[in-house]
């Protein structure tokens, strides 16, 4: 059964492939950022803040039908900058390195979402979709806030296009041109904590760092340069993400974990293509 067939057998399941596109092509083309910049693990440790944020705004809002409801939106995207910012501090003002308070910020974090989520009513049987993703849910309301976030996501990145890249490939020589080069890395770890909170209901809170990884890492393997590792790393995540979800609902099983197994296959495809070439 192709793509377009079982969209046609069952309509109810567009929002939520709508949804996934959207998701797929944000964290595709910031996982170009993110391994370029080396910031796998500053991923993870923003998507396990976003558990507590999530979990946060669930407790403060306990009428909210979803983490994506606005007021839970802005509490979770507050929580992981607040994340970021106390990992930068921390780097700062001790002699312990980035992936030591990572550690130490993305345990506590886990560790207060898992106290308020079962504080929070009626929220604990949806601990397992905010884990590990579940797109049933997605209506189109969800998608056109997706959409709308995802639109100043990409329109940021395509403005600070230039400063970025240079970011990435020469931090000395970027602040010695005078680029503010903490404003931008404080602006791309902003830009990842929007991406991660859109992200939770297709991929979930957990498998949200390897979507933010796998489709730039398979584009480094087959391009050189910038523009073609981003356009290689849309196509394989874009492909991928739809691929896991048309998956996930066949078999019935959750989507984050089919996305992100279908999109380590097509890594190890390209890797050992790409080894033969």
């Known amino acids: 059964m192709t793509l377009a067939e079982f969209l046609t057998r069952y309509p109810f399941v567009l929002p939520s492939f709508a949804a996934g596109l959207i998701v797929a092509l944000l964290c595709s083309v910031l996982s170009v950022y993110v391994v370029l910049r080396k910031m796998a693990f500053i991923g993870q440790g923003i998507g396990h803040a976003a558990f507590g944020g999530v979990a946060l705004g669930l407790w403060l809002v306990p009428a909210s039908a979803g983490p994506l409801d606005w007021r839970v939106y802005l509490i979770a995207v507050g929580f992981c900058l607040l994340n970021a910012a106390a990992i930068g501090l921390i780097t700062r003002r001790t002699d312990l390195s980035?992936?030591?308070?990572?550690?130490?910020?993305?345990?506590?974090s886990m560790s207060l979402g898992a106290i308020l989520f079962h504080r929070s009513t009626g929220q604990v049987s949806d601990l397992f979709s905010y884990l590990f993703g579940s797109v049933v849910a997605v209506t189109w309301s969800d998608v056109a806030t997706m959409a709308g976030l995802g639109c100043v996501?990409?329109?940021?990145?395509?403005?600070?296009?230039?400063e970025l890249q240079y970011l990435c490939f020469d931090?000395?020589?970027a602040l010695a041109a005078g680029l503010p080069v903490g404003w931008l890395h404080h602006l791309l770890l902003a830009l990842l904590s929007l991406t991660v909170v859109l992200a939770v209901k297709v991929v979930g809170i957990i498998l949200v760092s390897a979507a933010l990884v796998l489709p730039g890492a398979t584009g480094r393997l087959v391009c050189?340069?910038?523009g073609g590792m981003m356009l290689a790393s849309a196509g394989f995540g874009v492909v991928a993400t739809m691929a896991g979800l048309l998956v996930a609902n066949l078999v019935d099983v959750p989507a984050g974990a089919a996305v992100v197994l279908v999109q380590s296959a097509v890594f190890v495809g390209v890797w050992l293509a790409a080894g033969r070439r």
Request: charged share 20%; hydrophobic share 50%; glycine share 8%.
């Open 98 to 108: 980035e992936d030591t308070a990572i550690g130490i910020l993305f345990v506590v």
């Open 171 to 173: 931090e000395p020589s």
């Open 224 to 226: 050189r340069s910038f």
């Open 153 to 162: 996501v990409l329109g940021t990145v395509t403005l600070l296009s230039k």
